[in-house]
């Protein structure tokens, strides 16, 4: 799809996910040429700010964040001008029909033709009241198109996403609604797809007479920041496993569309979530996931402050920051195959990492070697290193029959002047364009609910344990025996 011409609202302009990713998106798009001069941004937030107080802010956040530094000023000039900030307080409709005013004449000044982009980088129990308001309003008034695009959390559980779902469907379309999960954006992830169907190599192998196993690992150097107010009522399993690790999962797991088109990769998603097996007491829970929190530690050196120290985190807290799990996608191409799911935020260094373990070949019976044969690997690595790589087993040279294993590297991020999109770059454009491929239908934001919910309130009994691991630290032990018990172990990450 062409994009078109809009009017891109920005709530939560002086927000912290406008900072550091939204600016820098647009001024990427921009300067690629991918923005023409036919759209407008503007920024809404409840404090005052001249128009050129807003600029300056979107200029700072841009040299301090984006890909491109804004150097050349004649560019910059121009794309400032599209820039235009109105301090809204979102429970006022007055301020909504003001809005209105301001749009007809960005509309006017820029050529756009009536498309609206409602972008909510706001806390999720704004979303209903901001809809309505846009409707009441009467900004969805318009002859072109509207959509919203919003950022996660979607919900707590089950329940309040289904509520929050039903109070914007009042108002928005679900092909309206462009519900964001960052990982969707990331090259590697989309990646994925290609990799697995565009090669002759791996599809043949993708199921469960070939792999032994499955693991993914989302690691994080970072502790909870100055989010420790969100943090510590979401944890690992709602910030990261809910979202950006099933939906990782899905994409391994998925069968091949019948169309490269949105609905059709959806569909097939969908169907990994709705056939994850569930845990169905809380013994399950525990014999098959991991939580933990972590004390204080050190990295590379430097102390770190334990989870219960920081700012804005409850003494006593039980929130885990360690999540790890052994879960079954209950099908025909994956009955039987382990999927182990990690992630952990004070771990030893920040990498996003798909291993897939195939099943040893029967070389046992050929090759006495001294130590077993290691399995093939193929590993995707998604961040902060982008790229791929298998390892095989060979020849030891010199030797009379020693096998080592040697790997076969594709490293995205190595070649030179590759300048990767961010992932808030590549939605931008394709929620502007109308492309929701990677953005997460309700059926699989509900799906995946359903399996995170029994987590969830198994942890909330009192026999539930909650483990301790030192930051800088891989987390607790117990994430290792879960593979042990199976004959496997986590691969290293590096
Ligand atoms: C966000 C989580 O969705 O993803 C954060 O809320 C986490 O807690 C972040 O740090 C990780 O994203 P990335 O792109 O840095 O791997």
Known sequence: AKMEGAVIYLFGATGDLAKRKLYPALFSLYKEGKLAEDFAVVGLARRPRTD????????????????????????????????????????????????????????????IPGNRLFYLALAPELFGPVSFNLREGGLLETTGWHRLVIEKPFGYDRESARELNA?????????????????????????????????????????????????????????????????????????MAQNHMLQMLAMIAMEPPSRLHPEDIRDEKVKVLRSLRPFRSPEEVYRNVVRGQYTAGTLKGKPLKGYREEDSVDPASVTETYFAARVFIDNFRWAGVPFYIRTGKRLPVKTTEVVIEFKNAPAGVLFRTRNELAPNLLVIRVNPMEGIYIKINAKK??????????????????QVGLNTPEAYETLLYDAIRGDSTYFTRWD???????????????????????????????????????????????????
């Open 52 to 111: 050129e107080q807003f600029r300056a802010d979107v200029l700072a956040s841009i040299q301090e964040f984006c890909r491109y530094k804004p150097d050349d000023e004649e560019l910059w000039s121009r794309f400032e001008k599209h820039f235009v900030y109105m301090s809204l307080d979102i429970h006022n409709l007055e301020g909504f029909r003001e809005l209105v005013a301001l749009t007809q004449r960005l509309e006017a000044q820029f050529g």
């Open 167 to 239: 109070q914007i469907t009042q108002v928005f379309r679900e092909e309206e609604i462009y519900r964001i999960d960052h990982y969707l954006g990331k090259e590697m992830v989309q990646n994925i797809e290609v990799i697995r169907f565009a090669n002759a190599f791996f599809e043949p192998l993708w199921n469960n007479k070939h792999i032994a196993n499955v693991q993914i690992s989302l690691a994080e150097t970072v502790g909870v920041e100055d989010r420790g107010g969100y943090y510590d009522k979401s944890g690992a399993l709602r910030d």
């Open 397 to 414: 040279p010199g030797s009379d029959a020693d096998i080592q294993p040697v790997a076969m590297e594709f490293c995205q991020s190595c």
């Open 444 to 494: 699989e934001v509900d799906h995946a609910w359903a399996f995170v919910d029994p987590i969830a309130e198994a942890w909330r009994l009192p026999e539930s344990e909650l483990l301790f691991y030192p930051a800088g630290s891989w987390g607790p032990e117990r994430a290792a025996e879960l593979l042990a018990e199976d004959g496997y172990h986590w691969w290293p990450v590096n």
